[in-house]
């Protein structure tokens, strides 16, 4: 009989519990054993919630007090030198130093986890990385699930993707050659999960989904040959994409069985079985792990009924891929619309999902009244959900369909209208701004929570988001910022904020996910035609523009960054959902234009993350993604200026398509990574204007005023004095009023000192 299994689960907790105790131990609220009690009961509630729905392996390991590659650095002794943490004693305050950074120390650099919401702390291997014995974590978690099962199956990043998604420093010229070291390594662990009575591990390879090189292909074979002679049974995991290319390979490593994506390419699941070895198990995903729409059962079953007659026991039933993408438990969504929520399954019901898939492959418990039941329900949910009225709006479809191309082109070119911004905008050589959002403090968050249960009034509400907007706009002058934000106090968060006030969408109350360390985001979820009924930011950033002579920016979330960041409907193509986005955005930027708010960043973050994996299918999606910033951008005059804003991604591979957003101004995450991407920039001579960032937003860490003069300079050294402008890296919401008040003033100063000695510098040049 076919088994069942996941590759991993939530760890932040049912209601964010870890969120809240990593968040105290670092304000020091918190002690280190209370903290370490709140991982052991969120792992316990995950493997508790396995049990339940009768899986046949435990998944563990796959909890992380930040982040999974992280972990994986500590367990194999990887961490980078610069942090002088001794691998063996390693501490948690050391770990979440190489993650945060502090006063001594830079945060390693976040990226997105392949083409999910998910950041990880990117690797940095140089000529003295070193592994080594690390920490027992692992190890630790391990005996505590063996306690009460004995199918436990413990996650690993496996070794060629952890050296993959890092990179090189300090002259190091192939990563690939610290494969023998790091195999050393995984060798001590495996061998110690063996001695722990371990028979199954799961070993993750994304990197197989992407257009991976030949030379790290031709490095498994050697590399699991090593692990193979020492190993429990090994499970290769791959996932996110079409790996079929490569079945040749996977069928020939020395593994035990391996997993493959039925979501994202449910093709492959039939040619793998075709010529599958018979001593190998095949795990199937046909459970979706990165949305929150229930399973189509008799859909899922039609495909694994084959598999199961051919492969029997050897089939393994699964998620796609860890469901730490999804949010916990649908249980927890009592004031969710109930003709939506019949909809949708998160973590915990897709567990259910799982076993149930299992269960029904075998004609005796197919015929069971309960598993008959639950096809029933759910071909009765999947038909309403197709039907059903509120999906499709006639009105979005006429506009669709009245698209021109004209829709999608600025009135003039960049360089016309540059000069008709400059003449009214009147800013200095290197502008300083930020992104938009300023510190979310407890009394914000406090009046939102109360105005949305109805305890405060929505003239108290009102007046309390004036108060917050008064405060930005005075704290920004008093730095002396040349373009100001409103700060964006009545907004939750970038994406949910405008879900809520778009038809076709739907918020949920607690569906979290992690986006990185303590950072969770709640996805709304797509479930219909996108319509705009009102306008959603002119209100706030009409008055913040009152209160100031200076430029205030109107701050909307873009069509690609919309859709990356929600839960997306999957009955029509995204590239449909995103124009239907755009359209609405359109409207709202018209507005903030006749308001008299004439500056408007319309953020595309995710659009890099967007990204297919293979670069075979990235043409057809920048051509739509481009199209779609274009039509919310294109209609307004050439005097109004529109920014963009991007970060945590690399985005040397697509800059012709970044050009053609046709952005009058682009603001870009670069201080982790020492303005390393700037050099693309330069190269490529990316011909509008552009904000490199001089802060770390996302560390606790305030820089000082020389630290951001030479990343300043270093900026000047690629990119015209006249088009660069001077930005934090990110939104300062999850900033303190103390640490804005000494970055941001420190930015100012930097920009002014700059600002001298260029007009020294053309003086004398001048003379």
Request: glycine residues 6%; proline residues 5%; charged residues 25%.
């Amino acid at each position: 009989m076919a088994q069942a299994h996941v590759l991993g689960l939530p760890r932040i907790g049912a209601q964010r519990e870890l969120k809240f105790a990593q968040e105290a131990f670092w304000r020091g609220d918190m002690d280190i054993m209370a903290l370490q009690a709140t991982g052991r009961s969120v792992r316990a509630a995950n493997r508790a919630a396995q049990r339940a729905t009768g899986l046949d392996w435990i998944t563990v390991g796959d909890f992380h007090w930040y982040d999974q590659v992280l972990s994986t650095l500590a367990l194999v002794g990887g961490l980078p030198e610069r942090f002088g943490a001794k691998p063996q004693a390693l501490t948690l305050n050391d770990y979440f130093t190489a993650a945060r950074g502090n006063s001594q120390h830079s945060a390693m650099e976040m990226t997105k986890w392949f083409d999910t919401n998910y950041h990880y702390l990117v690797p940095e291997y140089s000529p003295q990385t070193r592994f080594g014995k690390g920490v027992d974590w692992l190890f630790e978690e391990v005996a505590e699930a063996l306690i009460e099962s004995a199918n436990v199956k413990p996650v690993l990043l496996g070794p060629l993707s952890l050296l993959f998604l890092g990179k090189e420093k300090g002259g190091l010229e192939d990563r690939l050659a610290l494969l023998s070291d790091l195999i050393t390594q995984y060798v001590r662990v495996l061998s110690r999960l063996k001695a722990q009575e371990v028979t199954w591990v799961q070993i993750d390879e994304p990197i197989f989904a992407l257009d991976l090189p030949e030379r790290w292909r031709e490095a498994f074979a050697p590399a699991y040959a090593e692990l193979a002679d020492v190993a429990p049974s090994l499970l290769l995991t791959t996932y996110f994409g079409d790996v079929s290319e490569h079945a040749a390979l996977l069928a020939s490593l020395p593994v035990a069985g391996v997993h493959l994506d039925g979501v994202r390419a449910p093709q492959q699941l039939a040619a793998f079985a075709a010529c599958w070895p018979a001593d190998k198990v095949l795990s199937a995903g046909v459970v979706d792990g990165r949305n929150v729409w229930r399973c189509d059962l008799a859909r899922a079953r039609a495909m694994l009924m084959p598999l199961a007659e051919q492969l029997g026991e050897r089939l393994w039933v699964a998620s796609s891929c860890s469901l730490m993408h999804c949010p916990v438990d649908l249980a927890s969504e009592v004031g969710l619309e109930k003709e939506v929520r019949k909809w949708l399954a998160f973590a915990v019901q897709k567990l259910g999902e799982v076993a149930l898939l299992r269960r029904s492959l075998d004609p005796g418990e197919f015929a069971a009244a309960d598993v008959r039941a639950a096809f029933v329900a759910d071909g009765t949910a999947q038909a309403e959900r197709r039907t059903s009225p509120r999906i499709h709006n006639s009105v979005v479809q006429k506009r669709l369909a009245a698209l021109t191309d004209a829709d999608t082109h600025r009135a003039s070119a960049y360089p016309v209208r540059a000069e008709a911004q400059r003449a009214w905008l009147k800013l200095p050589v290197l502008p300083t701004t930020t992104i938009g959002s300023f510190p979310q403090t407890p009394a914000i968050r406090s009046a939102r929570a109360d105005f949305k249960r109805r305890a405060m009034s929505h003239l108290d509400y009102l007046e309390t988001m004036r108060a917050q907007i008064r405060l930005a706009i005075e704290k920004q002058e008093a730095y002396g910022l040349d373009v100001l934000t409103h700060g964006e106090a009545e907004r939750n968060d970038m994406v949910e904020y405008f879900g809520d006030l778009l038809w076709g969408f739907v918020i949920t109350e607690h569906g979290w996910v992690q986006s990185y360390g303590s950072r969770c985001v709640k996805p709304p979820v797509i479930y219909g035609d996108v319509y705009l009924p009102e306008p959603m930011t002119v209100t706030w950033s009409a008055y913040a523009q009152k209160l100031t002579d200076k430029p205030v920016k109107g701050m909307l979330t873009g069509p690609v960054t919309m859709l990356q960041w929600s839960f997306v409907r999957d009955d029509q193509p995204r590239e449909l959902t995103a124009l239907q986005i755009a359209l609405a955005l359109r409207e709202e930027v018209a507005a903030l234009e006749k308001a008299g708010v004439r500056v408007i960043q319309i953020d595309e973050p995710a659009l890099r993350e967007g990204l297919p994996l293979r670069a075979n299918d990235w043409p057809a999606y920048l051509a739509w993604a481009v199209r779609a910033f274009r039509v919310c951008s294109s209609g307004v005059a050439d005097d109004t200026q529109i920014h963009t804003h991007m970060c945590y991604s690399e985005f040397h591979d697509i800059l012709p398509s970044i050009a053609a957003l046709d952005a009058d101004v682009i603001s870009i995450e670069t201080t982790r990574s020492a303005m390393e991407l700037l050099g693309a920039f330069e190269a490529f001579e990316y011909p509008n204007e552009i904000g490199p960032g001089v802060y770390d937003n996302h560390s606790p860490r305030v820089p000082s005023q020389a630290e951001m003069e030479r990343l300043i300079e270093a900026a000047l050294a690629r990119i015209p004095a006249e088009r660069l402008w001077v930005n934090p890296d990110c939104g300062l919401k999850t900033r303190d009023w103390v640490q804005v008040d000494g970055a941001l003033t420190n930015l100012v100063a930097a920009a002014k000192a700059v600002r001298v000695r260029l007009g020294q510098a053309a003086t004398a040049q001048a003379a």
